[in-house]
Nanobody, 119 residues
Framework: QVQLVESGGGLVQAGGSLRLSCAAS????????MAWYRQAPGKQREMVAA???????NYADSVKGRFTISRDRAKNTAYLHMNSLKPEDTAVYYC?????????????WGLGTQVTVSS
């Protein structure tokens, strides 16, 4: 049973920083892409940042220069370092990973962690 567990969300003032973590556990053979998505109330879920197994990264235009995604392969964990936070960054942040287990390659999602940025 593979699962993703996010942590690190919370309430922060505009201009502040947070670090989100996403730990994958279970019968994992390998992890391909890991990514962070977010969904604000009344809006569609959007990709925030992604990192491949090779370390290539991709960011939404709205977070470039402020957010950094990284991963620790030994710990099967991805991180999202968020700086210069803005009220419009308020959302539930979800971790995504494409994981190879005994069932083959499947897409997995965490339950989400709330990030609230006050003005």
């Amino acid at each position: 049973q593979v699962q993703l567990v996010e942590s690190g969300g919370g309430l922060v003032q505009a201009g502040g920083s947070l670090r989100l973590s996403c730990a994958a556990s279970g019968n994992i053979f390998s992890i391909n892409t890991m990514a962070w998505y977010r969904q604000a109330p009344g809006k569609q879920r959007e990709m925030v940042a992604a990192i491949t197994n090779g370390g290539s990264t991709n960011y939404a235009d709205s977070v470039k220069g402020r957010f950094t995604i990284s991963r620790d392969r030994a710990k099967n964990t991805a991180y999202l370092h968020m700086n210069s936070l803005k009220p419009e960054d308020t959302a539930v942040y979800y971790c995504y990973a494409r994981i190879k287990s005994g069932l083959g390659y499947l897409d997995y999602w965490g339950l989400g962690t709330q990030v609230t940025v006050s003005s």
